[in-house]
Every structure is written in C-alpha cells, then in structure tokens.
C-alpha cells in the first residue's frame, strides 16, 4: 500500500495531458456547476454512447431475427450450425479483446469508435449476399472483431466522463438498450417480415441485414465528427469547462488517462481476488445471455407462437428487460448496496428456469405461464449491468484497470461463445440441458456475489485499521482531503484513501 505523503500530486505519475488541466488539490465545484457540467456532457457524449450500443446490440440480434425469416433454410444451415454463427463472434472478440484496450488507451478514442462503427456496418451489409455456412462464419468473426471496441470503449468513457456516484446510471442507459433493440428490433424485423420474395427482388432477411449495415455506415461516420475522444480533447466545450469536468471526476480516485505502462499494476491485477470475482460474474451471465439472446425467438416459437407473434412477443422482452436496469439502478441509488441488490435480482431468474425445466406446454394457459416464466429468467441482466459499474468505480490505476476490463470481456466473450453450445438441436424444443447449465451459473453467480461483497468489506475495514494505526504512531501519513493524489495514477490498494463501493 502506497504510502501517501504530502499535499502536491506526483507530477512523474500524472499522465501529461491531463496535467495541464488540473490543480494540486481540489477545486471547489458548487452543486450548481456541478449540475450544468454534467447536463454539458449528457447533452453530447451520453446520447452517441446510448445510440451507439443500441445500433450494436440490433445489429447483433439481427441474426435472431433472421433465424426464423428464412435464413438457415437459404444458407442451408443444419445442426450446431446456427449455433456456431453466434459463437464465432465471441471467439474472435475472445482473441481481440488485450488488444483492443491497449489502443483504447492509446488512440483518440472516438475516432477508433467511429471507425470500429463504419467498418462493422459494411460487414454486417454484407450478410445480404451470404449463400452458405462458411460465407456466415468469416462475417460473424469479422463482425465481431470489429464490435470487440464498443462495451469496453464505454467503460472508459463512463469513468472519464463521470462521477462515481453518476456512473451506475450512466452505465445502466446505455445498457438497457439491449432492451430498446428488443422493442424497436421486433417492431422492424414484424415489418420486414412482411416482404414477400417474389415479388420482391431480394428475401426479407436480405432486407434487414443491407437496412442495418447501412445505417450503421453513416453512424459511424456521425460518431467520428461529434464524439470527443477526452474532457481534454473536447473541441465542443470552452478551456474552462474542460478544466472543471476533469476536476469533477477527482473524487473518483480512479484517474482520468494515463499512457503509461506499469507492469507492478498488471502483477497486483493478477493477485487481486476481485478480478477474478468480475470474471466469473461476466461468465455466470453471459453464458445463459447468449443462449437466451440468440435463441430467443427460436424458444418462443416452440411455445407455438407464430412467425409474426414471436416478432412482436421480442417487444415486450425488450420492456422487461428496460423494467429490470431502471429498477435495479434506482434501488442501488437508494440503498447503497450494490452486490446485496444483483443478488436479489437473481432469484427471478431460478424460479423461471425451474418452471421452464419442469411445466410441459399443454394448453392456452401453459403456454402463456412458459412465456412469462422465459421472460423473468433475464432479471439477472442487473447483475451483469451492476458488475461493471463495479468495475468503474472499483479498479484504480490505468494499466490495472486496463488488465482488469480485459480479463472481463474476456470471460464475457467465453461465456457468450459457450452460450449458444448448450442449446442442442436434438434437445429442442425444451432445451433441458441448456437451462440446467444455467441453473449452474445462476448458483456459482451467488456465491461469488457472496464473497466479493465480504472482500469488499473486508478490504474497507483493512484501510481504515491501518489508517488510524498510522495516524496514531505519527508516521506522517495524511488523509489526502485535498485529492492531490487522485490524478497520480495509484491503484485501488496503493491509494490509501481509495474506498470500494459493494
């Protein structure tokens, strides 16, 4: 543990950039700036960052959509085929991931989001012409090396950009857009069903794939233009304004940027118990996400639902889900409990699997307990939502949280690959072993909540021991109320002064 000395920041430690923005100590900012800085940046960066995942996360359910437009009939998709195009996107997000944020760290980065955005809208256009399992395969790998920036991209963004206390809510709105790509992605994918091929020169699932692509061409090129790559970088706000956001997120204790590699940060990464309680938290979610995700309306179809019902049941998913991130982010800014709160939101999700596991669909009334008992399952989406604002807030030092932030998309990546795996053809249409898997990850995911909240706690109760014992023996170590060190690029457990929020 760092020890602290002195009331000047350690100008060999703070990255360059952000030094010519900053002060020694703190300024004083009156809840009223404080107000009109955070409406500056919601007014410019928090849209681009919810637009943007909303794009991503429909043109990455694009291909649940199409699954039951004609798709795997067109490309002559059989087996674990299906499976394997979900899966691909994962794996090469799996390899790309380090060094995806090594150039985040080290690249402008809305204009490496800009690009990663115009570039995955070509591939994704290019769907249209695929004839064959192979032709879908190098797409989806291509896809998903090129989507691999946007979640972690945001993490950052969120941190940079935000006050601890803001940042739950910040991440939670641009996450819940996988729930407004349910809603908006149903309500299109029902209107591109109803093309017809012939007359129509090219098949609805074609249609989809070229709209989307397109589209996210041209956003990519809005993001390269109006998103700024820092508070230091931002063209769009005055000197001074620039100066008061980056001493707003003082307070973070989490620094701001910082290009320097520490490779002690990445050995205390490696031994510190809450990455790895991150980790299995993104593989506990993820794996029944992805399954769940990509077989949504595969699922809802076997409840003997139509084509057009199923489309438009995707909706009301898309309203749970938003139900389930505004819910769990509104009890966490009231109560304060982070973990004790993803915990809780679990529980839905054992009793939904259980039904799914055990009721067989046998009349109007069955099928409509199914459907609802389907929808609760994905209440765990707060945890995974939760997880990383812990992240945000928890992990301190640049390349620490780099290291970090890998290592949990990483394991989210695995997850998501592993996820459409154990759903098996032969096992359709109740798909047991897939939902006894989860029922795994859901009893693994709470006893990880339970440990990392008490390591949390633990570590808290630690600093404050040594704190006070330091300051009885007079050893010169201060309490840092002036944050002259927040900028210093300490991690978590060197800065003394660092709390973690559970």
């Known amino acids: 543990m760092e020890d602290v000395k002195g009331d000047h920041m350690d100008y060999d430690r703070v990255d360059k950039e952000v030094a010519k923005y900053i002060s020694d100590v703190a300024i004083d900012i009156s809840p009223e700036e404080n107000s009109r800085l955070k409406k500056l940046v919601d007014r410019?960066?928090?849209?681009?960052?919810?637009?943007?995942?909303?794009?991503?996360?429909?043109?990455?359910?694009?291909?649940?959509?199409?699954?039951?437009?004609?798709?795997?009939?067109?490309?002559?998709?059989?087996?674990?085929?299906?499976?394997?195009?979900?899966?691909?996107?994962?794996?090469?997000?799996?390899?790309?991931?380090?060094?995806?944020?090594?150039?985040?760290?080290?690249?402008?980065?809305?204009?490496?989001?800009?690009?990663?955005?115009?570039v995955w809208g070509a591939t994704l256009a290019l769907h249209s012409v695929a004839t064959s399992f192979t032709h879908l395969v190098v797409l989806r790998t291509l896809l998903g090396i090129f989507e691999a920036v946007c979640q972690p991209a945001f993490v950052y963004l969120s941190s940079m950009w935000y006050k601890r206390e803001e940042q739950a809510a910040t991440v939670s709105y641009w996450y819940m857009m996988n729930g407004a790509q349910q809603i908006v992605g149903?309500?299109?994918?029902?209107?591109?069903?109803?093309?017809?091929?012939?007359?129509?020169?090219?098949?609805?699932?074609?249609?989809?794939?070229?709209?989307?692509?397109?589209?996210?061409?041209?956003?990519?090129?809005?993001?390269?233009?109006?998103?700024?790559?820092?508070?230091?970088?931002?063209?769009?706000?005055?000197?001074?304004?620039?100066?008061?956001?980056?001493?707003?997120?003082?307070?973070?204790?989490?620094?701001?940027?910082?290009?320097?590699?520490?490779?002690?940060?990445?050995?205390?990464?490696?031994?510190?118990?809450?990455?790895?309680?991150?980790?299995?938290?993104?593989?506990?979610?993820?794996?029944?996400?992805?399954?769940?995700?990509?077989?949504?309306?595969?699922?809802?179809?076997?409840?003997?639902?139509?084509?057009?019902?199923?489309?438009?049941?995707?909706?009301?998913?898309?309203?749970?889900?938003?139900?389930?991130?505004?819910?769990?982010?509104?009890?966490?800014?009231?109560?304060?409990q982070n973990v004790l709160i993803m915990g809780v939101y679990v529980i839905p999700s054992f009793v939904g699997t259980i039904v799914l596991m055990t009721v067989k669909n046998t009349n109007k009334a069955t099928q409509v307990g199914l459907l609802l008992s389907y929808y609760i399952v994905l209440s765990f989406w707060a945890a995974q939502t939760l997880s990383m604002t812990l992240i945000?807030?928890?992990?301190?030092?640049?390349?620490?949280?780099?290291?970090?932030?890998?290592?949990?998309?990483?394991?989210?990546?695995?997850?998501?690959?592993?996820?459409?795996?154990?759903?098996?053809?032969?096992?359709?249409?109740?798909?047991?072993?897939?939902?006894?898997?989860?029922?795994?990850?859901?009893?693994?995911?709470?006893?990880?909540?339970?440990?990392?909240?008490?390591?949390?706690?633990?570590?808290?109760?630690?600093k404050d021991r040594l704190q006070a014992e330091f300051l009885a023996a007079g050893t010169g170590v201060v309490l840092d109320t002036g944050l002259a060190h927040a900028f210093d690029d300490l991690t978590d457990k060197e800065n003394m002064n660092f709390r973690y929020v559970f």
């Open 44 to 118: 410019r960066v928090l849209p681009i960052m919810i637009f943007t995942y909303f794009l991503q996360a429909l043109d990455k359910g694009t291909l649940s959509f199409a699954s039951i437009m004609g798709i795997r009939k067109d490309t002559h998709l059989v087996g674990q085929e299906f499976s394997w195009l979900t899966t691909c996107i994962y794996i090469a997000i799996l390899i790309v991931e380090y060094p995806t944020n090594w150039l985040i760290q080290r690249l402008p980065i809305g204009k490496y989001l800009g690009i990663s955005i115009i």
């Open 186 to 336: 149903g309500l299109l994918a029902y209107c591109f069903t109803l093309i017809k091929s012939p007359p129509s020169p090219i098949k609805n699932w074609q249609a989809i794939f070229i709209s989307y692509g397109s589209f996210s061409v041209l956003w990519g090129i809005i993001v390269v233009i109006m998103m700024p790559d820092s508070p230091m970088r931002a063209k769009c706000f005055s000197e001074e304004d620039k100066k008061l956001m980056v001493e707003r997120v003082r307070s973070n204790q989490t620094g701001m940027q910082n290009r320097r590699f520490r490779k002690e940060h990445v050995f205390e990464a490696f031994k510190d118990p809450q990455m790895y309680c991150y980790c299995l938290i993104a593989i506990c979610t993820t794996l029944p996400t992805s399954g769940l995700g990509a077989f949504a309306n595969i699922i809802i179809t076997g409840f003997h639902f139509t084509v057009l019902q199923t489309q438009l049941l995707a909706m009301v998913l898309g309203v749970y889900i938003i139900i389930v991130l505004m819910s769990s982010m509104w009890l966490v800014n009231r109560f304060k």
């Open 392 to 462: 945000t807030r928890n992990v301190a030092g640049q390349t620490k949280k780099s290291v970090v932030v890998a290592m949990n998309f990483i394991c989210w990546a695995s997850g998501n690959a592993i996820g459409p795996q154990v759903f098996l053809a032969w096992d359709a249409p109740r798909y047991l072993i897939a939902f006894s898997t989860h029922m795994g990850c859901y009893v693994l995911l709470i006893i990880v909540l339970i440990f990392l909240r008490w390591h949390l706690r633990h570590e808290n109760k630690k």
